[in-house]
């Protein structure tokens, strides 16, 4: 049966980056397929089911693809750790990218970084992810602007623009998330990758180490270096290279 690697991508969608993913196929004839859920304003989810159920494996009663593995990025991998833990049959493995738990420190300030970086970035006609996800140095801003390329390469059925509507949730969850009392993560029993880069402004990257120590079986990847919220994107190759062997093992 193929692994399959399941991609959330909610909050990436806040300030327009576009969800990218890899699929690599093994000598063995296993893969990894790459599912993207995009969940609508307003839904729950736990209201999203496979919209495309048996393509990637088998399914619950539910209609829930059940997942070797669950990559979830920032705001998603909130929903992750709570679907982990309350839903342990749907996920057998997880992987938490540029995220943090609940009550990290430094989460709840991601609202105003976002808005000062819009901002900043309407003022100097700069596009807002390069502040947002990358570092300050030139080898973080190269990176930024290559990721920003790359997300050109895609010219057919493109994302559509988030709505204000959505931002305003979005960034209200995020800030409610950073203020909740901590979680008990030694309920999450699955085997966890965790992610991100070594100067995450965003969700600090203290969160990143604090999620992997907590985590009964916690794995963490070395803190990419020179890299900030958007570490996965800028070291695709070196992550996927990870997740494919964190989901074989």
């Not at 992750?80 to 738990?101: C, D, S």
């Not at 958007?230 to 989901?247: C, I």
Request: net charge positive; hydrophobic share 40%.
């Amino acid at each position: 049966m193929a692994a399959t690697l399941s991609v959330a991508a909610s909050f990436v969608g806040l300030v327009g980056l576009a969800p990218q993913a890899s699929a690599s196929a093994s000598s063995d004839g296993t893969h990894c397929s790459v599912v993207v859920e995009r969940v609508q304003p307003g839904e729950k989810f736990s209201q999203v089911k496979s919209r495309t159920c048996g393509d990637y494996g088998p399914c619950d009663a539910n209609g829930y693809v059940l997942s070797t593995g669950t990559w979830w990025r920032s705001i998603s991998s909130f929903n992750a750790q709570v679907i982990a833990e309350r839903e342990p049959h749907l996920v057998r493995k997880v992987i938490l990218a540029g995220t943090g738990p609940a009550g990290g420190p430094g989460i709840d300030k991601v609202p105003a970084l976002t808005i000062q970086a819009t901002l900043k970035g309407a003022l100097t006609r700069q596009d807002p992810k390069l502040s947002l996800f990358f570092t300050e140095t030139a080898g973080g801003r190269q990176a930024g602007r290559a990721v920003l390329e790359r997300l050109k390469e895609r010219t057919q059925n493109r994302d559509k623009s988030v709505s204000p509507m959505s931002i305003r949730a979005q960034l209200k969850a995020v800030k409610r998330w950073g203020r909740q009392a901590p979680s008990d993560l030694s309920k999450i029993h699955q085997p966890v990758l965790v992610a991100s880069g070594e100067d995450d402004r965003m969700v600090p990257s203290r969160n990143t180490l604090d999620l992997a120590a907590r985590l009964p079986r916690g794995e963490l990847v070395p803190l990419f270096p020179d890299a900030g919220h958007g570490g996965v994107f800028q070291y695709h190759d070196e992550f996927v290279a990870h997740a494919l062997d964190f989901l074989a093992s």
